[in-house]
């Protein structure tokens, strides 16, 4: 998420990344490559990083065709737009903030993204919802506001979500995030650094579901 919920203070200019602005970004790949994203006015919105994006997206290799994707805290859209653009069989981004998520409306309407949805609503909310439904993703993207510290229950939420060979997304500025993640749960598969921002690709860790399997 790239929002502040209204029961947070914004952080100071001083406090946010240097990459924390209004305007634009863009597209850095696939059918959209060059394309732009409208970034609102909105106190703690936080797009990804280019260069962050672009590791993540090699890390995942770069089509992520027949690949259904959750962007949970979409913010500007530009992580789960990003997974469109690059061949996602379904992408739905759920935004809190009715600026932001009417910006993506328009964006993935522009770009003619039918295989997009954009879902105005609470990220905890929506990710219990979608368990509670049955479905899956192959992909989901965590990138709350570093001052709401909702990364470890956005991680809980997910985790029925993903499918068996599915990838978790997380996006931190406090590295301390990865040491508390539960290994019985979780696995790091890739770990990577880019100024303030830390971020992760995690698997499920399923070692507890194999011993159950075999006693």
């Known amino acids: 998420m790239k929002t502040l919920p209204p029961s947070h203070p914004a ?6 990344p240097r990459h924390a602005r209004s305007g634009e970004i863009r597209i850095i790949g696939g059918l959209w490559k060059r394309s732009k994203l409208a970034v609102p006015d909105v106190p703690g919105l936080r797009p990804t ?8 997206f090699n890390w995942l290799g770069q089509t992520l065709a027949g690949r259904r994707v959750l962007d949970l805290y979409a913010g500007s859209g530009a992580l789960g737009l990003e997974a469109a653009s690059r061949g996602a069989a379904s992408v739905l981004l ?7 998520a009417a910006s993506i ?3 993935a309407q522009r770009l003619k993204a039918e295989h997009v949805q954009v879902r105005t609503a609470d990220a905890l909310a929506a ?11 192959d992909v989901v993207f965590i990138d709350p506001p570093y001052a709401s510290a909702q990364q470890l229950h956005a991680l809980q939420s997910v985790h029925p979500l993903l499918s068996d060979e599915g990838l978790a997304y997380v996006e931190t500025d406090d590295p301390a995030l990865f040491d508390l993640l539960d290994a ?9 650094r880019a100024g303030q921002v830390h971020f992760a690709l995690l698997r499920r860790n399923n070692t ?7 006693p």
Do not use: M, S, Y
């Not at 759920?94 to 932001?100: A, I």
């Not at 019985?184 to 990577?192: D, E, I, L, S």
């Not at 507890?208 to 075999?214: G, L, P």
């Open 11 to 16: 952080k100071t200019p001083q406090a946010r």
């Open 49 to 56: 990083p280019d260069r962050v994006r672009e590791t993540v």
């Open 94 to 100: 759920v935004e809190q903030h009715p600026r932001c």
């Open 105 to 107: 409306t328009a964006a």
């Open 127 to 137: 990710a219990h919802a979608l368990a509670r439904l049955g479905e899956r993703f």
């Open 184 to 192: 019985n749960t979780w696995a790091a598969w890739r770990r990577g």
């Open 208 to 214: 507890t579901e194999i011993a159950a399997q075999n």
